[in-house]
């Protein structure tokens, strides 16, 4: 019954490499975010969309691209990995709207060797 | 450049203590967020509070917001082993369309 859950939890690859992390979530909500948190616990929005159209795209490598099948999945698949790459990333989910808080997953760390 | 600034960076207290952290933000917001984030887990909301509104409780937090001093500061009462966590204010800037910006962070450890 996990509201926010994203796949997989940990990822160690190599440079190089292409790798993709799913997150779905059973709240209803009609929008969905990806966002980085670096070693320091620095957390910055990479992406968001709403209902399945991407709404917000930072400065962000275009190696970076997410994908919205439908409105309750958000995945990002990132090509050519670069050390750099290493952080935690969450997926997290909200209704439309100013005041609606952030609901998140547990994150998935990834590790680029 | 960033927009929530947390005060301080490292919090360290016994249980029972109080526990007060503060954030500063740039711009204009249409409301600041309070989340806590337990090691290797998401982040969880904790409270929101709007820019008209000056102060907000829930339970044993208590938050505050200046918005002529673009502050906002987080106090935990009576606090417990269990409110060890990282805390993140996040702000909902006017001309962001719906985008959360988050602070770095104060870690609080409450030691029993």
């Known amino acids: 019954d996990t509201a926010v859950s994203q796949t997989p939890k940990y990822l160690v690859t190599q440079m190089g490499n292409d790798k993709s992390i799913k997150c779905e979530q059973n709240?209803?909500?009609?929008?969905m975010y990806w966002y980085k948190q670096d070693s320091k616990k620095f957390l910055k929005i990479m992406f968001s969309?709403?209902?399945?159209?991407?709404?917000i795209n930072e400065t962000v490598p275009n190696r970076f691209s997410p994908k919205s099948p439908d409105k309750a999945h958000l995945n990002l698949h990132i090509n050519s990995l670069e050390l750099g790459d290493s952080a935690v990333y969450f997926c997290?989910?909200?209704?439309?709207?100013?005041?609606?808080?952030?609901?998140f997953g547990n994150g998935t760390r990834l590790t680029v060797t | 450049s960033q927009q929530g600034e947390e005060d301080p960076q490292a919090l360290s207290i016994q249980e029972g203590e109080n526990a007060t952290m503060n954030c500063s933000y740039k711009?204009?917001?249409?409301?600041l967020q309070w989340y806590r984030q337990n090691s290797g887990r998401g982040l969880v909301h904790l409270i929101l509070?709007?820019?008209?509104?000056r102060e907000k409780h829930s339970g044993r937090l208590r938050v505050t917001l200046d918005t002529s001093k673009k502050s906002s500061s987080l106090l935990i009462t009576a606090s417990r082993a269990a409110d060890t966590a990282s805390y993140f204010c996040?702000?909902?800037?006017?001309?962001?369309?719906?985008?959360?910006?988050f602070g770095e962070g104060t870690q609080l450890t409450v030691n029993p």
């Open positions: 997290a989910s909200s209704q439309v709207g100013y005041n609606s808080p952030l609901h």
């Open positions: 709240l209803g909500h009609d929008t």
């Open positions: 969309y709403n209902n399945k159209e991407l709404i």
């Open positions: 711009t204009s917001i249409n409301n």
């Open positions: 509070i709007r820019s008209n509104e």
């Open positions: 996040a702000t909902d800037e006017e001309t962001s369309g719906s985008r959360l910006t």
